[in-house]
């Protein structure tokens, strides 16, 4: 079992659609989660990070925790054909203190 | 501005030589980080040092080395190239927002290694 796992797609979305992409972890003990989006031929870049369980909303992006289930999942709203990207899911490992990262899952907006 | 950079951006070599890849920051953080990023595996991490003279290993580190004598640089060697290092290889730096599980950690553009 990948210690981070996502669906790699590719997700196609209608423009104005909500994209919803999901993560599963194997480590019960992390507590800390991160969101990055990569456009093609350039680096990552930090869109979330949430803690605790629940949700925790900064503008159309909403980043969703279940610790018991071990699931973070990402919500994109209204999607834009600029969010077309690879968003990168990762938590950081307690017992191996390291950030590790998700495959990514390619989204498309189609307008 | 403050910003990371890497070079070259892209590299071709041979099998068995020895390559450097340089990376550069000026946010002044103490953390660093070398990944690899092929298809299918995401970002993987290669070393990492938490401040000047600590390096430590990540999840696939054979095969390459780092040293860490100031703040600001950690080069990657690939001490004899294979072409299983053919990778895409990004540099990144944290900063410190409570302990490394919370940082926040910025990448560099990145270098596109082709071994042959």
């Known amino acids: 079992q990948k210690e981070v796992e996502q669906n790699s797609g590719p997700l196609s979305v209608p423009e104005g659609a909500i994209a919803s992409l999901n993560c599963t972890y194997s480590d019960r003990g992390s507590q800390s989660f991160f969101w990055y989006r990569q456009y093609s031929g350039k680096s990552p870049e930090l869109i979330m990070s949430?803690?605790?369980?629940g949700d925790k909303e900064d503008g159309r992006f909403t980043a969703q925790l279940n610790k018991a289930s071990q699931y973070v999942s990402l919500l994109i709203r209204d999607s834009q054909p600029s969010d077309s990207a690879t968003y990168l899911c990762?938590?950081?490992?307690?017992?191996?203190?390291?950030?590790?990262f998700g495959a990514g899952t390619i989204l498309r907006v189609k307008s | 501005d403050a910003e990371i950079t890497q070079s070259p951006r892209h590299k071709i070599t041979e099998t068995g030589r020895q390559v450097t890849l340089a990376c550069h920051q000026t946010w002044n953080h103490n953390n660093m980080f070398w990944y690899r990023q092929d298809l299918g595996h995401g970002l993987r991490l290669i070393h990492y040092?938490?401040?000047?003279?600590?390096?430590n290993k990540g999840e696939v580190s054979d095969g390459y080395s780092v040293s860490r004598s100031n703040t600001e640089d950690l080069p990657l060697t690939l001490e004899s190239a294979a072409s299983s290092q053919t990778s895409v290889y990004f540099c990144?730096?944290?900063?410190?927002?409570?302990?490394?599980?919370?940082?926040?950690?910025?990448f560099g553009p990145g270098t596109r290694l082709t071994v042959l």
């Open positions: 040092s938490y401040g000047v003279q600590d390096t």
């Open positions: 990144a730096s944290s900063e410190v927002a409570g302990g490394p599980a919370r940082d926040t950690q910025y």
């Open positions: 990762a938590v950081w490992m307690e017992y191996g203190n390291k950030l590790v």
């Open positions: 949430i803690y605790s369980n």
